[in-house]
């Protein structure tokens, strides 16, 4: 998640609709497929909870969040 709202998958800006079908397809491969959040700081928390959502609702329950130590 990038702070300007776009939404990233591998490292590949997508739109929102894409990102739904990268996750289904994901989740038909294999429902275990785990999932990194990573997002710029100061996103909104409700963004992230709308990913977060999105991601859910394809079938994916192997998610994380990723974190940076303070100053790291």
């Known amino acids: 998640l990038a702070k300007a709202g776009s939404l990233f998958f591998n490292n590949q800006q997508v739109t929102e609709a894409q990102l739904r079908s990268r996750l289904l397809d994901a989740a038909r491969a294999n429902p275990e497929t785990p999932v990194v959040l990573r997002g710029d700081a100061g996103i909104p928390y409700g963004e992230l909870i709308r990913v977060l ?5 394809s079938g994916l329950t192997n998610i994380g969040l990723a974190t940076r130590s303070p100053g790291g």
């Open 53 to 57: 959502d999105l991601v859910r609702g």
